[in-house]
């Protein structure tokens, strides 16, 4: 992770995380307007190769063929439009449906990365943390998943590749390959079962069930009040520009028109700053240590001068 | 110490003191505590599941945060336990990027923190390698120490923890059959034929070749060397054979690579190395060197990302898994049937053998459990079921990863006969083990793997003898007298 965001994720506190998560996401979900969806993606790329670099170009494959996908399966099932392209057999192109199809594909790829970012920064506690203070008994539904799928992926994955030391014959078709799948699920649950059970003794000894109080006192630093009024203040403009429909076109129709001015402009603007308050919060506060504390703080020892 | 056979009720008698975890039903007398039972802490051998959260520091504030404390509770508690476990720099980590003695650590850490008078560990170093199981008893015991803490410590055997417990009880079938201070438990138990396996092999040597004098058992490396070297003439080397000729070269390993991430390190480095038809060779080394991942890549249960791998000269076809048997760390991964017997006879089945279900069941001591559910075993008693499938199966390799996890003494001593009579018969045997004691009995050849690199097959005498710190207490105490020497049996009284 740059050291930009680690600043931002180590220095706010798990509400104000939460809140620019799912500030993320709705601003992925609520605009269709190609100008502002294609600022979007930009600012949520840069986030996301910052943030987690090992998983980025995998999953730029992966979101490029949804895309694909998306904007194929759009062009079968909207033909609508008057400027032809390309006529192929009972598939025909236009102006129209490509546009249409580009920007449901632009859309779903901003959602997909807007999780990515949500699956980067969101820690356990976080998500339990704030679970916790609404529905108790969710999160712990959530923290058991959350330990149990990765135990059952696992658990699959070891038997399926065991099994074969055991089995002498394994049936290639039909009933009894049916036969020999559900058997493999069985055993799965089985096991699945087992690996629940450790888990939950593990919360007893933790001492979940005689919970004293609400879990995980927040608190609230500067940072954080700055960068909640950040979010509260583009949530409510978001809100009123979706309310009276600005940044969106009419898509899916014949006479698709995409329309740019300067509300447009300032919606660009406010989302990637807001995509990007990581990084502005974590550049903001570096140059602040480089160019004034480190300079007025008396120390001779190496950090200190390292960072001079 | 609580010690005993595997299955012999130590872990359910453990649990007894935490209602919450406790097990099946009193059914007579009474469990009588002098302090509440939020005084207990428990720290059990599953060294994963005990982590809920992902960092260490997560992890104890959520403990302490079920408990009620502040935030400036939380903070000073953290801080205390940290310090004085030296886990400090673990705090942020990634549970995920932490070894298995790191994260045992870490559950320690778990238990401490909620300030316990009484500390309860069920074979907390089962899943550990020697030098990683003794830092981790090394801090049991000064917590012991410091904080007159009371532990009761479940274990399967005595070598390590045996220098640092005060009191001896020894368990068979859910009875008491000693209790007593650790010197007189010791001495008990070398006269019970039935646990003299039990016995450190510092403290059997002594009891064996009758050297104690004034000496106080449990005798530590130092103290033996000193008495050997007074008794050197006494004593003799027992003369030992490790003559090996085995068959044909039946699997290669060539410049074999795998890691887990494209830019991440190499799991396993260039590893090549050949088994002979007949042998048992046997990997060593601390934990997350990559032997586990090393049996997986040859086993085919990983894919391979360079190297070759040839069984009896040709590359692995898709009914290599027919003619081999895997046993997995965790055996429990294997079972597919509801009940002991179900899961023998379909191997039996499988395997169209000529063992009747009675004679496995009698040979791995698995007669009383044959209606059992294979996940209600005792670690001990999955881990031999496991043995039995794979010995039902009669393969011509057999792969063992970390069989001695979880078995008594006894039944290490009995896997060990099992593993020498399926050679004699021409199988073959690949195992990885942290148990230095088993290779260095049971195993023709042994290497040592470390950073996913493997060195090269030797035999134990060779292997062991070179060690200073990797090796057997027999050879750390005696080396000075008896080099060769790598457990008790190669000392005896000389006749002359």
């Known amino acids: 992770m740059n050291r930009l965001i680690l600043f931002f994720q180590k220095n706010v506190n798990s509400i104000t995380v939460f809140a620019y998560l799912l500030n993320i996401i709705l601003v992925s979900l609520l605009y269709n307007n190609p100008f502002i969806t294609i600022t979007i993606l930009i600012s949520l790329l840069i986030i996301s190769f910052l943030t987690r670099r090992e998983k980025f170009f995998s999953y730029i494959g992966f979101s490029s063929v949804v895309f694909l996908v998306t904007v194929l399966f759009n062009l079968i099932l909207n033909q609508r439009g008057t400027h032809n392209l390309l006529m192929i057999g009972f598939l025909k192109i236009t102006m129209e449906s490509l546009g249409n199809s580009l920007i449901l594909g632009l859309s779903f790829v901003n959602l997909l990365w807007s999780f990515y970012i949500y699956d980067s920064f969101a820690r356990t506690k976080v998500i339990f943390e704030v679970l916790s203070r609404l529905f108790k008994s969710i999160a712990i539904i959530f923290i058991l998943t959350l330990k149990f799928i990765p135990e059952i992926i696992q658990t699959f994955t070891e038997t399926r590749e065991l099994r074969k030391f055991r089995v002498n014959i394994f049936e290639t078709k039909g009933f009894k390959k049916i036969q020999q799948t559900i058997d493999l699920t069985e055993i799965i649950l089985d096991k699945a079962v087992a690996k629940f059970m450790n888990v939950s003794d593990t919360l007893i000894l933790k001492g979940y069930e005689k919970q004293h109080q609400r879990m995980g006192k927040i608190f609230f630093k500067r940072i954080d009040y700055w960068t909640l009024t950040l979010i509260v203040g583009s949530f409510i403009l978001d809100f009123w520009f979706a309310v009276t429909k600005t940044g969106q076109i009419n898509f899916g129709s014949a006479n698709l028109m995409i329309g740019f001015n300067h509300k447009i402009f300032m919606i660009m603007i406010i989302n990637s700053v807001l995509i990007l308050l990581p990084l502005l919060i974590g550049g903001i506060n570096y140059q602040w240590w480089k160019f004034y504390i480190s300079k007025t703080t008396v120390s001779n020892t190496i950090t200190a001068k390292s960072y001079r | ?348 089945e499988q395997n169209s053998s000529e063992y009747s279900l009675n004679e496995i ?131 005896k009284k000389s006749e002359s």
């Open chain 2, 1 to 348: 110490m609580i010690i005993g056979a595997t299955g012999s009720g130590k872990s359910t008698l453990l649990k007894q003191f935490l209602p919450g975890l406790a097990t099946g039903k009193v059914i007579n007398g009474n469990l009588t505590k002098s302090v509440s039972n939020d005084k207990f802490a428990y720290v059990s051998q599953f060294v994963d599941n005990q982590i809920i959260m992902e960092t260490p520091r997560d992890d104890l504030k959520f403990v302490l945060d079920n408990q009620g404390c502040t935030n400036n509770e939380i903070q000073l508690r953290i801080t205390e336990v940290a310090s004085f476990l030296g886990i400090i720099e673990l705090l942020d980590k990634k549970i995920t990027n932490l070894s298995g003695g790191q994260k045992q650590l870490i559950n320690l850490a778990g238990a401490l923190v909620l300030k316990p008078q009484v500390l309860l560990l069920d074979e907390p170093t089962a899943q550990l390698d020697p030098i990683t199981s003794e830092k981790l008893l090394q801090m049991v015991r000064k917590v012991n120490q410091e904080f007159n803490m009371t532990i009761i410590l479940v274990e399967h055997e005595l070598e390590q923890a045996v220098q640092y417990a005060n009191r001896l009880l020894v368990m068979e079938q859910g009875q008491i059959l000693v209790d007593q201070p650790i010197e007189k438990g010791l001495q008990s138990i070398f006269d019970n034929l039935s646990y003299r396996n039990y016995l450190p092999q510092t403290d059997r040597l002594v009891l064996e070749c009758n050297l104690l004098v004034d000496n106080r058992l449990p005798l530590d490396n130092r103290t033996l060397s000193r008495i050997v070297q007074q008794r050197k003439l006494d004593l003799e080397q027992v003369k030992y054979n490790e003559s090996f000729d085995p068959g044909k070269i039946i699997f290669q390993v060539k410049n074999l690579n795998y890691r887990f991430e494209f830019n991440g390190r190499n799991i396993i480095d260039n590893v090549s190395f050949n088994l002979q038809q007949g042998g048992s060779y046997c990997i060593v080394g601390p934990n997350g060197t990559g032997k586990t991942t090393l049996l997986k890549t040859i086993t085919q249960q990983l894919k391979k990302q360079s190297g070759k791998i040839l069984f009896d000269g040709h590359k692995l076809k898709s009914d290599f898994s027919q003619h081999v048997f895997v046993l997995p760390q965790d055996p429990a991964t294997i079972f597919m049937k509801d009940t002991v017997r179900a899961e023998l006879n379909f191997q039996l």
């Open chain 2, 361 to 491: 069941l009698d040979q791995f001591s698995l007669t009383k459990l044959v209606d059992t559910n294979p996940y209600d075993l005792s670690g001990g008693q999955q881990e031999f079921l496991a043995l039995a499938l794979g010995f039902i199966k009669n393969p011509e390799i057999l792969f063992l990863d970390e069989p001695t996890k979880g078995l008594d003494p006894n039944k290490r001593y009995e896997l060990g006969l099992m593993v020498k009579k399926f050679q004699k018969n021409g199988g073959t045997i690949l195992t990885n083990s942290h148990d230095l004691l088993f290779a260095a009995e049971y195993f023709d050849r042994i290497a040592m793997m470390f950073d996913g690199k493997i060195s090269e097959f030797t035999s134990p005498r060779e292997f062991f003898c070179n060690k200073f710190f990797y090796t057997t207490e027999i050879n750390k105490a005696v080396r000075d007298s008896f080099p060769m020497a790598l457990t008790w049996k190669d000392i």
